[in-house]
């Protein structure tokens, strides 16, 4: 599957940005889908994943309430809605797919998934 992700920019702090992941290959509904981060100097973490049939989202603490992970099967796209964005929310953040064999996995680690999507930069403002 190539995943191509989309809808970073610069926004100032408290503001609200959505981001898109488009999928091509494979059946869609076949994958968890999952966002991750890497700011300068820092590894990649773990921001959202949501399961292959939608049912079941994992979030990291460092953004629960304030981002939300969404997907349209039938468009083939995840989506991750970040609202009162904060300067640490800074990174470039990248979307993933999993092979899912289970309808409900939510990997949370960068080696549970297969296949990267190139990254969007997110800068946000003080």
């Known amino acids: 599957v190539q995943l191509q992700a989309s809808g970073g920019g610069l926004v100032q702090a408290g503001g609200s940005l959505r981001l898109s992941c488009a999928a091509s290959?494979?059946?869609?509904?076949?994958?968890?889908m999952g966002w991750f981060r890497q700011a300068p100097g820092k590894e990649r973490e773990f921001v959202a994943a949501i399961s292959r049939s939608a049912s079941r989202m994992s979030v990291a603490d460092s953004v629960k309430g304030r981002f939300t992970i969404s997907r349209g099967n039938a468009k083939n796209t995840v989506h991750l809605q970040m609202n009162s964005l904060k300067p640490e929310d800074t990174a470039v953040y990248y979307c993933?797919?999993?092979?899912?064999?289970?309808?409900?996995?939510?990997?949370?680690?960068?080696?549970?998934?297969?296949?990267w999507g190139q990254g969007t930069q997110v800068t946000v403002s003080s």
């Open positions: 993933a797919a999993d092979r899912a064999p289970e309808i409900t996995t939510t990997p949370t680690t960068p080696q549970g998934y297969d296949y």
């Open positions: 290959g494979r059946p869609f509904g076949s994958y968890a």
